[in-house]
């Protein structure tokens, strides 16, 4: 079992990489804003998506139509993506997606001020 996700070899991912990256924006779309990290089994081993996604910021190789596919159910405002899009274009801006995501899950709830009081609903007694 790996103790940490392969390397990339000039730029090219193992198809290992390529589909824990399929893998992980597939844990996105089905999160939901209370979950926990995401993990991502590869080869047995539990990883973060960030930790996917991080590691293939430097690769080259075409994102396949099934993950943009995915990419757009994960992030609904995703940008139209042009022929040639690699993991390393995709993967920064999953990472600021699934930051955004982070920040949200960490906010305070808001809970919303009671109205107002009017004069005729206090009760002062000054009548």
Known sequence: MPKKLPDLHQGHAPTLLHHAFHDALELLEDQHLNDREPLVAVEGQLF????IFTRMLECTDLVPLR??????AVWQDAPVAERGDSYAHWARLMLSVHGERQAARQRPAITPAPPPQTADACACGAL
């Not at 973060?48 to 930790?51: A, M």
């Not at 993950?67 to 757009?72: H, N, Q």
């Open 67 to 72: 993950t943009r596919d995915l990419i757009g």
């Open 48 to 51: 973060p998506v960030i930790e």
